[in-house]
């Protein structure tokens, strides 16, 4: 028989003091004692519980199964008016006899919600996670002491630190040590309000960064979280779009001045790239006041250039004096330039006269053809380049004179130095500054501007609407021009004026011109076979490309073909080549 299990004075006390609720049911399943707390959850004063069935008063209770099994439970969720409970299930045994069993129960309803919000909390921060690593720009989180706690995988793509690096060390420490070259976050913590600036890495890539802080509760800066954009590709096209505005001015001033320089408006024709750098140094020199010697062919354009050199310096608004050394007599070549005193020969005037130097005092004096010049003149030219003064003739009394001096000739003036045709002391004197402007022959792709410039300034004077057809146009880029620029001027005016119809043709172009032409380029027929005729025009071609070329590698690229074929047919027609 069991015997049967009661609860003393002592242990209902030590049962009510417990905090949480406790059952006990003795063997046949009646309820023999509760604590306070088991009321509170029941719902029931104690009084109307005890003996009672507990299956009676908690219809999910299990605890009668601990009578039949005599085995423990623990941690047994059990539902009690919608809230839940962990139930620890213990049997009470008296003499190895199960007597009773006793449950101590566990609200965990708070503990389930605080669990459900650490979950969502977890996936709120995997999705965070998971939103940051896949943002393709780079994210760089600092806590309020700027001290790195995350960073993304575009982060590392883009600046190729790795977060092993970075995560833990402060931006301090990676300023100083080089790693960035300067840190927003800083600027962030420092004026409390979003930064941008260009960054960069040790690497040397260049990087777009903004930061912005976030704050806390009481309005400290509790992190700051930085936004990283690879603009290095950016800052190379806005450096090629700066190029290409500037490469775009450029080619718009061009554009203008060969507008200007075509439709007749412009002081200058300048086309070809030999002129614009001649150009381009004649204004340089127009800042300056050195000497400037000219050099170049008969028409050229000499005198052009000092004209440039003159209009674009600080004396453009004072006299600008020419004269040819080779157009007049050394006796009055003297005069011209030093001027005469009153009485000085038969013939002077009584006031005297002023020389050109006088005359071109604060401004320029252009000395064309200065190779022509008398020896007995160049030590006097010399004293004035020299000190600055001239002597008239017929006086002692030396003249000052501020004047820039340009000097052009079409000799060599170093070898009349060798010859002792001209004073070595004068000629380095004079050639401070060298300018040489090449012959036409040398810059063939400024022909055709030339002509449209010429034949534009005739129509309009004469009236005309005259044209060149594309074969006459081709026979003046074939002629080499040994007169210049002054020789095409000439001629064009010449062809324009004689020709009766609107076109001129090749056969209204002179006749040397279309001899040389023919002579340079086609092989005369002399009655013979066709065959012959073609071998010595192929002759010809290949001795003038070798003699260009200087080797038959370079020949045979020219002519688009085999090095191996240049050889051969050199050797067949008996061409020497280097």
């Not at 009668?64 to 005599?70: S, Y």
């Not at 003499?95 to 708070?110: C, F, N, T, W």
Request: hydrophobic share 40%; with cysteine; proline share 4%.
């Amino acid at each position: 028989m069991t015997t049967p299990l009661t609860i003393s004075q002592e242990m209902k006390a030590l049962i009510d003091s417990m905090h949480n609720p406790v059952l006990v049911i003795d063997h046949s399943g009646f309820l023999i004692g509760c604590n306070r707390s088991a009321e509170r959850i029941i719902c029931h004063p104690r009084k109307e519980l005890l003996g009672r069935p507990l299956t009676s008063i908690l219809k999910t209770s299990r605890l009668h199964t601990i009578l039949k099994t005599g085995k423990t439970e623990s941690v047994q969720k059990i539902s009690i008016d919608g809230k839940n409970y962990i139930s620890n299930r213990t049997p009470v045994k008296i003499g190895g006899k199960i007597a009773g069993a006793i449950a101590v129960l566990q609200d965990v309803s708070e503990l389930e919600h605080i669990s459900s919000e650490l979950m969502a909390t977890r996936n709120l921060s995997n999705e965070l996670t998971a939103i940051i690593e896949s943002s393709f720009d780079g994210i760089y989180v600092t806590d309020g002491n700027a001290k790195t706690i995350r960073l993304n995988k575009s982060y590392e793509r883009i600046t190729g630190l790795r977060r092993e690096e970075l995560l833990g060390r402060t931006m301090h420490e990676l300023v100083e040590e080089g790693v960035f070259n300067e840190s927003v976050t800083l600027k962030v913590l420092s004026s409390r309000q979003p930064e941008s600036l260009i960054q960069q890495v040790r690497s040397g890539k260049t990087f777009m960064v903004t930061g912005t802080p976030v704050f806390d509760e009481t309005g400290q800066i509790s992190l700051v979280v930085t936004n990283v954009r690879d603009v290095t590709e950016l800052h190379r096209l806005h450096k090629e779009l700066k190029n290409m505005k500037s490469l775009q001015n450029r080619y718009l001033e061009e554009l203008t001045r060969l507008k200007n320089g075509n439709q007749g408006d412009g002081k200058y024709i300048i086309i070809s790239k030999k002129m614009a750098d001649v150009h381009a140094l004649a204004l340089r020199l127009a800042r300056v006041d050195s000497t400037v010697l000219i050099q170049g062919e008969s028409g050229v354009g000499k005198e052009v250039v000092a004209d440039m050199i003159h209009s674009a310096s600080p004396r453009k608004d004072k006299p600008f004096m020419k004269i040819s050394c080779a157009a007049i007599p050394e006796h009055l070549l003297e005069s011209e330039l030093f001027g005469y005193s009153e009485g000085a020969f038969t013939g002077a005037k009584k006031s005297g006269r002023p020389g050109l130097f006088e005359m071109a005092d604060q401004g320029t004096l252009l000395l064309d053809e200065i190779g022509e010049m008398p020896l007995g003149l160049q030590a006097k030219l010399l004293r004035v380049v020299q000190e600055k003064q001239c002597i008239r003739i017929g006086s002692s009394e030396p003249v000052f004179v501020d004047v820039r001096i340009l000097a052009a000739t079409n000799r060599d003036l170093k070898k009349m130095v060798a010859r002792k045709e001209f004073r070595k002391d004068l000629f380095f004197r004079l050639n401070v500054v060298p300018v040489h402007i090449p012959p036409l022959r040398k810059r063939k792709e400024a022909i055709a501007g030339f002509v449209q410039f010429f034949l534009r300034r005739l129509n309009k004077k004469y009236n005309y609407d005259k044209s060149f057809t594309p074969r006459a146009m081709d026979c003046l880029y074939d002629y080499d021009w040994p007169g210049n620029v002054r020789e095409l001027e000439n001629l064009i005016e010449r062809v324009v004026v004689v020709t009766p119809g609107r076109e001129i043709t090749l056969e209204s172009l002179p006749a040397h011109l279309t001899e040389e032409n023919n002579s340079t380029h086609l092989p005369r027929y002399h009655q013979t076979s066709l065959r012959a005729a073609l071998d010595e025009f192929e002759a010809s071609i290949i001795a003038q490309v070798l003699a260009e070329q200087g080797s038959t590698r370079k020949a045979a690229r020219v002519l688009g073909v085999n090095q191996s074929t240049i050889v051969r047919k050199a050797a067949r027609y008996k061409i020497r080549s280097r």
